[in-house]
Every structure is written in structure tokens, then in C-alpha cells.
């Protein structure tokens, strides 16, 4: 530890803080910076009212850290992504969670190798059969993502149910799902996190969507039927998402053996 005992002046003066204020008068209401002897700026400036951290040089991923007796954080700020992470885990402070599904009597009559949106945690609708997204195979199963638009031409209501209309800039931190099939003979399955520009004017095209962005996907998963549920901790492609879009979780099969009971967690922060 530095000590100034027997030290002239001279020698320690580098070392010391002092706000950067040449008027003597000391802490007033203008919020100035703390510098060392040398007056070399700190991260640090304060008021008599207010205390403020900024960096000096490169922003870090601990600009600003609480931590226990341990040394172990329980609060730190990063100013590389600007997010504000708290707790022994160190999640983002302002971490949320969204889910789509559907049991599977909802999902009975989809046709196989067509992406189905499937219901935000809004509301489940009687059918989501008529939800189509677009055709999830080209030459073989799931090597084509959902349809980057839509066209309403019928089921707004079934529709509506699916839409995830998301109200600030969000960034999606993890997207994972789990499903089950009803009879004891599966298919291939896939899934995907999409984003869209959603129209809100109200007239004829209202709700249509276009820009269709894949936020998250996952590679096929092979359900060898109702003998087990299957999970799947998928990619993230494109995590950030501005307010005014709409979300879509959708689900694909390569054949019609079973139905499926669809359960997908969605974990954010806002930006």
C-alpha cells in the first residue's frame, strides 16, 4: 500500500485526486472530472449532486463494478455493449423472457414442408393450420428459411395470434424450444426465430408483413416419435431488434406422421 510518511511532497504528489476546478472554491454544482497530480483525467467526475463514470480512453466490459468481499461482481456496467449486468450469474438487469406454443391439437391439419407460425403467449387460436409461412424445402427438407414477407388474404385472426409485436429496441440473448409428438412414429422438424417490418397503417395491407430477417435457427432435429421430447438450444443469427417489429417462432415437419405440442422460451434485453 502507498504511503506519503517520510516522503516529501514532491515525490507523492502525482498520486494525488484532485476535481478539476482552478477556482479553489472545491465541490460545487458543475459536474468536473477527478485528476491525479498530474492532470491525467480518471473515469470519474462529480458534483455536489451527482456522480458520473465515463471512460477515459477504450470502453470495457467493467467500467463500473460492485463486487463482494470476494471479489466476485454483483453489479457492473459495460460500456463495450452497453448493457448493465447484476447477481452471482451476472444476467443483464433488465433481461426478459417471451414464449411461443401451441399443444398439439392446435397443430393438427399442417402440411408437411411448409413453416407454420406458431401462438405467442397472447393466445392459442383453435387452428394454426392456416398459418403458412412459406415451404421449408426446396430439393431436400430445411434448406429453405421461412418466407421474408406476408400477404394477408385470409386468417388475420389466426394470424394475429402469432404475432409478437415487439414495443423497444430489444436484443435476443438465447432462443431455446422443446416439442413432442403424438404417436409413436416422428419426422424431421425444424424451427426459426424470425423478424419483420410489420405495416400498422390500418387499411388494406394492415398487418402485412415484409424484410423478413432469421433472428435464431437450429439445424434438423430427427423425432423418433412420443417416446420422448426433444430440446434445442438454437443459433442466434441476428439478435437485434427494433421497436415496431413483429417476431414469428415457426415450425416446419417433412412429413404428417404426428402432431406436435411446441414450447419455446425467448430470452431478451432491452437495448
Given at each position: 500500500?502507498?504511503?506519503?510518511?517520510?516522503?516529501?511532497?514532491?515525490?507523492?504528489?502525482?498520486?494525488?485526486?484532485?476535481?478539476?476546478?482552478?477556482?479553489?472554491?472545491?465541490?460545487?454544482?458543475?459536474?468536473?472530472?477527478?485528476?491525479d497530480?498530474?492532470?491525467?483525467?480518471?473515469?470519474?467526475?462529480?458534483?455536489?449532486?451527482?456522480?458520473?463514470?465515463?471512460?477515459?480512453?477504450?470502453?470495457?466490459?467493467?467500467?463500473?463494478q460492485?463486487?463482494?468481499?470476494?471479489g466476485?461482481?454483483?453489479?457492473?456496467?459495460?460500456?463495450?455493449?452497453?448493457?448493465?449486468?447484476?447477481?452471482?450469474?451476472?444476467?443483464?438487469?433488465?433481461?426478459?423472457?417471451?414464449?411461443?406454443?401451441?399443444?398439439?391439437?392446435?397443430?393438427?391439419?399442417?402440411?408437411?414442408?411448409?413453416?407454420?407460425?406458431?401462438?405467442?403467449?397472447?393466445?392459442?387460436?383453435?387452428?394454426?393450420?392456416?398459418?403458412?409461412?412459406?415451404?421449408s424445402?426446396?430439393?431436400?427438407?430445411?434448406?429453405?428459411?421461412?418466407?421474408?414477407?406476408l400477404?394477408?388474404?385470409?386468417?388475420?385472426?389466426?394470424?394475429?395470434?402469432?404475432?409478437?409485436?415487439?414495443?423497444?429496441?430489444?436484443?435476443?440473448?438465447?432462443?431455446?424450444?422443446?416439442?413432442?409428438?403424438?404417436?409413436?412414429t416422428?419426422?424431421?422438424?425444424?424451427?426459426?426465430?424470425?423478424?419483420?417490418?410489420?405495416?400498422?397503417?390500418?387499411?388494406?395491407?394492415?398487418?402485412?408483413?415484409?424484410?423478413?430477417?432469421?433472428?435464431?435457427?437450429?439445424?434438423?432435429?430427427?423425432?423418433?416419435?412420443?417416446?420422448?421430447?426433444?430440446?434445442?438450444?438454437?443459433?442466434?443469427?441476428?439478435?437485434?431488434?427494433?421497436?415496431?417489429?413483429?417476431?414469428?417462432?415457426?415450425?416446419?415437419s417433412?412429413?404428417?406422421?404426428?402432431?406436435?405440442?411446441?414450447?419455446?422460451?425467448?430470452?431478451?434485453?432491452?437495448?
Amino acid at each position: 500500500m502507498a504511503t506519503k510518511t517520510g516522503k516529501p511532497v514532491s515525490e507523492t504528489y502525482p498520486n494525488d485526486l484532485t476535481i478539476d476546478q482552478s477556482s479553489g472554491v472545491g465541490v460545487d454544482a458543475t459536474t468536473r472530472n477527478v485528476h491525479d497530480g498530474l492532470g491525467q483525467s480518471t473515469s470519474i467526475s462529480l458534483s455536489d449532486d451527482s456522480f458520473r463514470v465515463k471512460p477515459v480512453n477504450d470502453n470495457t466490459v467493467g467500467t463500473f463494478q460492485v463486487t463482494n468481499s470476494g471479489g466476485s461482481p454483483v453489479l457492473k456496467v459495460d460500456t463495450v455493449n452497453s448493457k448493465v449486468r447484476a447477481g452471482a450469474s451476472q444476467v443483464a438487469v433488465n433481461t426478459q423472457y417471451a414464449y411461443f406454443g401451441g399443444n398439439w391439437t392446435d397443430q393438427a391439419g399442417f402440411t408437411a414442408d411448409i413453416h407454420h407460425a406458431i401462438p405467442f403467449n397472447t393466445g392459442t387460436p383453435t387452428s394454426t393450420a392456416g398459418t403458412t409461412m412459406g415451404s421449408s424445402t426446396s430439393s431436400s427438407f430445411n434448406d429453405t428459411n421461412p418466407s421474408s414477407s406476408l400477404t394477408i388474404a385470409a386468417n388475420a385472426h389466426l394470424y394475429t395470434a402469432c404475432y409478437w409485436h415487439v414495443r423497444d429496441n430489444i436484443t435476443i440473448d438465447e432462443v431455446t424450444w422443446l416439442h413432442g409428438a403424438d404417436t409413436a412414429t416422428g419426422e424431421a422438424v425444424v424451427a426459426h426465430l424470425m423478424a419483420y417490418t410489420v405495416d400498422t397503417g390500418n387499411g388494406s395491407t394492415s398487418g402485412d408483413l415484409s424484410g423478413g430477417t432469421v433472428v435464431a435457427d437450429g439445424a434438423t432435429i430427427t423425432n423418433a416419435g412420443s417416446e420422448q421430447i426433444y430440446y434445442q438450444s438454437m443459433t442466434v443469427q441476428s439478435a437485434d431488434v427494433d421497436a415496431g417489429k413483429v417476431i414469428l417462432f415457426t415450425f416446419a415437419s417433412d412429413t404428417i406422421n404426428s402432431d406436435y405440442s411446441i414450447n419455446a422460451t425467448v430470452k431478451y434485453h432491452i437495448r
